[in-house]
């Protein structure tokens, strides 16, 4: 057994003996103490043995049921598949085939969705057959699939190692603040999300797991905000892991007197960029916020903001274990907890990983992002734009839901706009663009845009199924109205 792992097995063998009444797990229907977890977690490692299983994959919605099966897979050795809820049934068999998951537990609506597939019920378990090699690196304890800008999920191998030295710098670092329930508010199937409940469990602290149902999310990126508010008010969380839309609408809330966040000492925020507007705007009502930033190549997080070491429109300092260099064109290269490498390609043997991301340091050793290498374009002024700081600005303040920035060899950017409200107008639109032109370099600046006429969704082939803007596909699509702008500038006299 790995050091990590000892450490972590360890530590809730210390909570079900030294807090063994204390509540452990809370879903839709039951209540856990630290003693049950543990002794349902060995129950079910023994299942797993007695099933002779290699490969799980887990396609359940949050719950007790679905973190009990993911520990016992991790303490057993076995490598387990998370396949989030907004993947498509498409997907989800592309996962299954590509990791060779002869055993499935799964919500009762996918029954059919895995006898197509040619699995079959026995007890908890949908078994198929694989034949074939292996296509996974040993050591492998979790396989996380990324949908990136494809429509087909790449696999990504993690040792347990990398993944509960991430999970344990997670629990140190919001020590200060002494979070005592945490409530997973994104998939389990989330990396993200997954680790920061084994920092909970670390810190042997009340994990309340919710079903997206109750929460009220949908998909990707649907969320009945009432429904929301409602399960955060009835169970009163002292730390959330968030993403900016859901930063925003908390904020939105609060702002409303609609949510309190009187409870919350630690709300940790990723996934994309945060403009820096949303992060005042979170200070002022109050809501603790500590952007950070990672990728499922270096077991999610690398940086993060913490409670003595905050700097706004940073995504912080790197963590204890991870080293951070830029190389020359300031692209983020990260060393530590890095993938074994991905599904079917060869080890990943070097030690630095390429982010694909731009960034550069100040004096204190915060980091600052500066988007995508790959989605950077070039002015016809010569100036380098990453449109997502630019979208951030533009999605995270007002009426506007979507955008979609362009400006590769144009005087001026122009963006496409979907509002949140159907009956919000084109005066309204336009504000909210001036306001976000304010914050904003010249160079940077929005000076044309076009309503659209549809939101960019993944059923219209514009955003990837985990919300995602396919950028070369919307460029494709909107040509016309992204450019036509530009033409009418120098035909101006």
Same mark, same amino acid.
Request: glycine residues 8%.
């Given at each position: ?25 809370? +879903? ?66 592309? @996962? ?34 694989? $034949? ?14 990324? $949908? =990136? ?47 920061? @409940? ?23 990126? =649907? /969320?009945?905000? #009432?429904?929301?508010?409602? @399960? ?37 925020? =990723?996934?994309?960029?945060? $403009? ?25 997080? /690398? ?118 409200? #159907?009956?919000?107008? +084109? +005066? ?66």
């Amino acid at each position: 057994m790995s050091p990590e792992m000892e450490h972590f097995q360890q530590t809730l063998r210390n909570h079900a003996e030294q807090k063994a009444n204390a509540l452990a797990l809370w +879903d839709d229907h039951r209540k856990l103490d630290y003693a049950t977890l543990y002794a349902e977690v060995i129950f079910r490692q023994q299942r797993l043995r007695d099933e002779e299983v290699r490969v799980l994959a887990l396609a359940l919605d949050n719950g007790i049921e679905a973190l009990l099966w993911d520990l016992a897979a991790l303490f057993e050795g076995l490598t387990c598949v998370a396949l989030p809820p907004f993947f498509s049934p498409a997907q989800r068999q592309h @996962c299954l085939e590509q990791s060779q998951a002869e055993h499935v537990i799964a919500e009762p609506s996918l029954q059919e969705e895995l006898q197509a597939a040619g699995y079959q019920k026995g007890g908890e378990f949908w078994h198929r057959t694989f $034949s074939g090699p292996n296509r996974m690196p040993e050591g492998t304890a979790k396989l996380t699939f990324t $949908s =990136g800008t494809t429509g087909t999920p790449k696999g990504v191998c993690l040792s347990a190692d990398s993944i509960l030295r991430v999970a344990r710098e997670l629990d140190l670092a919001s020590e200060p603040t002494d979070p005592q329930h945490h409530l997973a508010l994104l998939p389990l199937a989330i990396l993200l999300e997954n680790i920061g @409940c084994y920092a909970a469990l670390y810190a042997g602290a009340t994990l309340s797991l919710p079903s997206q149902k109750t929460l009220g999310i949908a998909g990707a990126s =649907g /969320v009945e905000v #009432p429904k929301l508010l409602g @399960c955060l008010a009835s169970r009163s969380p002292q730390s959330l892991v968030l993403v900016p839309q859901l930063l925003l609408m908390l904020v939105g809330a609060a702002e409303q007197k609609a949510f309190d966040p009187q409870h919350l000492r630690f709300a940790a925020v =990723g996934g994309a960029r945060v $403009s820096e507007d949303l992060l005042h705007r979170a200070e002022r009502v109050r809501i603790p916020v500590y952007e950070g930033y990672g990728l499922s190549e270096c077991a999610s997080v /690398v940086c993060l903001n913490r409670p003595q070491a905050r700097r706004p429109g940073s995504v912080g300092r790197p963590l204890p274990h991870v080293e951070i260099r830029l190389a020359d064109d300031g692209e983020v290269l990260i060393k530590g907890s890095t993938l074994l490498g991905y599904l079917g390609e060869a080890l990943h043997t070097d030690q630095w990983w390429p982010s694909g991301d731009l960034g550069e340091f100040d004096a204190e050793g915060f980091l600052y992002l500066k988007g995508r290498k790959k989605h950077q374009f070039v002015t016809s002024f010569g100036r380098n734009v990453n449109p997502e700081w630019v979208e951030a600005e533009l999605t995270q303040r007002g009426p506007i839901a979507q955008a979609f920035v362009y400006g590769e060899a144009m005087p001026h950017n122009h963006a496409l706009l979907w509002p949140h409200r #159907p009956d919000c107008t +084109d +005066d309204q639109l336009a504000a909210a663009v001036s306001q976000a032109n304010e914050a904003l370099p010249e160079y940077a600046q929005v000076r044309h845009w076009s309503r659209l006429d549809q939101p960019f969704t993944a059923t219209n082939g514009l955003l990837t199924a985990n919300g995602r803007p396919r950028r070369d596909a919307i460029i494709e699509r909107y040509r016309t109205q992204l450019t036509e702008s530009a033409f009418s500038e120098e035909s101006a006299p």
